[in-house]
């Protein structure tokens, strides 16, 4: 009978390290968790807008904290192959500077997921955000077993759609959703493919094996 050792053992995703020059993209543990939820709090878009499908981050002081980490939690929770969100913790000199994720389902069989990002208020208009999507697209195409990727992005969201445009995704169908109550809202989709990806910095990778098998993939 094997030995669990430590955490990663249990959610390969907290082993998890992608290095792109100045850029880490870390498993999402408690303590960068804790970071992350500090982030957060502090600000990632004017409270007129709203560039998220749903509506998180409208939420009082001290509960964008609470309710951004239980997501994550129950996330961990619910992991498998079949129905996953792997999201990793962006860093910048150490420090945290934003999150980056993607969800999939049924994922041995699609080999497909819908990307989705965001920074710190205090960290935008950088180019951080091109950086970190390439690193992570490298990661999903090269190490993780990903035929494609998906994203989308509200009209009204032009630096969410430029990021997705110099990474290479094209556009796909626009739907009509309701973002906050009462509001409607254009939704572009995007997708990518290997072929159409616009590489950034080489990644270095470690921990990858391990989330290759508990996301279902035989050769790991």
């Known amino acids: 009978m094997?030995?669990?050792s430590s955490l990663v053992d249990l959610y390969p995703p907290f082993g998890l390290h992608v290095v792109a020059g100045p850029l880490e993209?870390?498993?999402?543990?408690?303590?960068l968790l804790l970071e992350l939820c500090d982030l957060a709090?502090?600000?990632?878009h004017d409270p007129g807008a709203m560039p998220f499908f749903f509506p998180w981050t409208d939420a009082p002081a001290g509960q964008l904290s609470r309710n951004t980490a239980a997501y994550h939690w129950g996330k961990r929770s619910t992991f498998s192959p079949d129905d996953f969100a792997l999201d990793l913790a962006v860093l910048?000199?150490?420090r945290v500077v934003g999150a980056q994720g993607v969800a999939a389902s049924n994922?041995?069989?699609?080999?497909?997921?819908?990307?989705?990002?965001?920074l710190g208020r205090e960290f935008q208009g950088r180019g951080l955000g091109t950086e970190m999507r390439r690193?992570?697209?490298a990661l999903l195409f090269d190490h993780l077993g990903f035929e494609e990727i998906t994203s989308a992005a509200f009209v009204d969201n032009p630096a969410s759609l430029g990021v997705s445009r110099k990474v290479g995704y094209v556009p796909t169908a626009v739907r009509r959703l309701e973002r906050r109550e009462g509001e409607l809202a254009l939704n572009q989709g995007l997708v990518l493919t290997?072929?159409?990806?616009?590489?950034?910095t080489p990644i270095e990778v470690t921990g990858a094996?391990?989330?290759r098998s508990f996301i279902g993939l035989d050769d790991a």
């Open 2 to 4: 094997a030995c669990v």
């Open 25 to 31: 993209l870390r498993g999402l543990t408690d303590d």
């Open 41 to 44: 709090e502090r600000g990632i």
């Open 92 to 94: 910048l000199d150490g």
């Open 107 to 118: 994922f041995p069989v699609t080999r497909t997921g819908e990307t989705g990002s965001w």
């Open 135 to 137: 690193a992570f697209c």
């Open 194 to 200: 290997p072929e159409a990806f616009v590489r950034g």
């Open 209 to 211: 094996a391990a989330v």
